[in-house]
């Protein structure tokens, strides 16, 4: 694994926190992304080699929904960059994590993700992401 890619924040409206970040990192949002498969609209923010990722539901039911419901907004999963996202599934499987996708996924900012199962990593959530080849 490599450096902390993103840190990904729940929120319940980015309507309200794109512009909370924004004066706290004193940096502009620099992209929004819907990721459907997730259910949810992303924000990004860069803060030096890190981004941070802030992420509303757009789906009552679904996975961010869910955790707000149960935990409340706040810090919601850490991304390391990985460069062989496959490979690193592979060793971390093989030393008793277990992963929450079989195979890698599209996920935001043309990403290939792979999320830990947080029951193995002191629920923390982490996620796997490699930059899509072009
Ligand atoms: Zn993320």
């Given at each position: 694994?490599?450096?902390?890619?993103?840190?990904?924040?729940?929120?319940?409206?980015?309507?309200?926190?794109?512009?909370?970040?924004?004066?706290?990192?004193?940096?502009?949002?620099?992209?929004?992304?819907?990721v459907t498969s997730e259910q949810v609209t992303t924000a990004f923010f860069r803060q030096g080699e890190t981004k941070i990722e802030l992420l509303e539901?757009?789906?009552?039911?679904?996975?961010?929904?869910?955790?707000?419901e149960k935990k409340g907004e706040?810090?919601?999963?850490?991304?390391?960059?990985?460069?062989?996202?496959?490979?690193?599934?592979?060793?971390l499987q093989a030393e008793g994590f277990t992963l929450l996708n079989e195979t890698p996924k599209?996920?935001?900012?043309?990403?290939?993700v792979c999320?830990?199962?947080?029951k193995g990593t002191n629920s923390v959530l982490v996620e796997l992401c490699m930059e899509k080849k072009m």
């Open positions: 694994m490599q450096k902390v890619e993103h840190i990904g924040i729940a929120v319940k409206d980015l309507a309200q926190s794109i512009p909370l970040f924004e004066k706290l990192l004193n940096t502009t949002c620099y992209k929004t992304e819907v539901s757009i789906d009552p039911q679904g996975v961010i929904a869910r955790y707000i706040g810090i919601h999963h850490i991304a390391f960059a990985v460069d062989d996202i496959e490979a690193e599934m592979k060793r599209p996920g935001a900012d043309n990403k290939l999320f830990l199962h947080p």
